[in-house]
């Protein structure tokens, strides 16, 4: 199975680092698609913990190449810093490559997210504010500057004086803010430019050549699928496709050469940020699992909403990705807890949905239905075979498995790589 897309099933911060730090070791590549800094990946392995953002969890194994593909927006201060908190640690990075089609995140777009985000008010997003949401629109919008412009500084600067005559009219006119000054940013972004000129490739055409050489290629996702901006909460959502189709558009990858999809999912829901939460427990249920599971926002450090497992937007997000197994990450937690709640429908006006709404307005008002399994009310985090599992607990992971309809063929039990149950085998 040469290429693989890990993708997060729910609102982000499923686990899928660790995933993708387990897998890495058997595959010769990992590449990133989409998103940009406000992905944040905790990492725990011996050779420390890190919190990435952009760079690929494959960087810790040393015969991996790391791809950065043209889907994601770089900010490159956050690579650079990151690549100099690998060297720090004696992780190398000279498998680390970048895609010169992907865009960058320039100092107006850090500024615009946040003023865009005050500027609605009570209806803010609640974004990173690491300048996504602008990026990409300028990206879209056909204004926007890639990692493989700053290799051509007479062109770039020809670009900036364009882009940002208009950005400082936005700046100054709508939001009466200081301007930004050309010379200053020009100069900023032709030494990134220098200092990444070395990672910068085509990087499409790498991923395609590992391929025909038969190398296992696995495809990371950033961000949740309920975050994707087709088939997230819209508005609430981020600002590009955190789907398996993403993964094709984000690399340059024929979506007939993807083998596998893996959709990983927490055994219980967490979001950052606004918008709608069927299953929010905003009791000491909910803040039992916050603390115990330090569920806080690796990107921002705020606190994560957390609530029952979704089989709703689970079974959603598992037929519009078509995964072929899942991941089921931190099952250890929910050993704190005597009962567990699963959501498997909503009550909307009195009807009932299996199927999200597509609004918003109409999804805030759904009453979540659920059914109560027990608990097992031990730790689980030493065990490593599904069968020595609790029973309750191996009913637990059935009763998602059903309501899927997909088979899991990994049980996250702890965050070190070895605190895991491998069920099957997923590459
Ligand atoms: P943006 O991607 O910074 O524009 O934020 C848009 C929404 O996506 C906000 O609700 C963020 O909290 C959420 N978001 C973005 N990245 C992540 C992530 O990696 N994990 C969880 N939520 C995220």
Known sequence: MPAIAIIGAQWGDEGKGKIVDLLAEKVNMVVRFSGGSNAGHTVVNPCGEFRMHLIPSGIFHREVTCIIGNGVVIDPAVLLEEIEELKGHDVAVDRLFVSDRAHLIMPYHLLLDGLEEEAR?????????????????????????????????????????????????????????????????????????????????????????????????????????????????????TSTSTMAGGACSGLGLSPMKLDGIIGVFKVYTTRVGSGPMPTELLDETGELIREHAHERGATTGRPRRCGWFDAVVGRFSARTNGFSSIALTRLDILGVLPSLKICTAYRLEGKTLINPPSSVAMLARCEPLYEELPGWQTDISPIRRFKDLPREARNYVKRLEELLDCPASIISVGERREQTIMVSEPL
Do not use: W
């Open 121 to 237: 008010g009570s209806g803010a997003l609640g974004t990173t504010r690491r300048g996504i949401g602008p990026a990409y629109m300028d990206k879209a919008g056909r204004l926007g500057i890639r990692t493989g412009d700053l290799l051509e500084k007479g062109a770039f600067l020809e670009r900036l004086r364009l882009v940002l005559d208009q950005k400082n009219r936005i700046l100054t006119r709508v939001y009466e803010a200081q301007p930004l000054v050309l010379e200053e940013v020009y100069e900023k972004y032709c030494h990134y430019g220098e200092l990444l000129a070395p990672f910068i490739r085509e990087t499409d055409l790498m991923v395609q050549e590992a391929l025909e050489r038969k190398e296992k290629v696995l495809l990371e996702g950033a961000q949740g699928t309920l975050l994707d901006v087709d088939f997230g909460t819209y508005p609430y959502v």
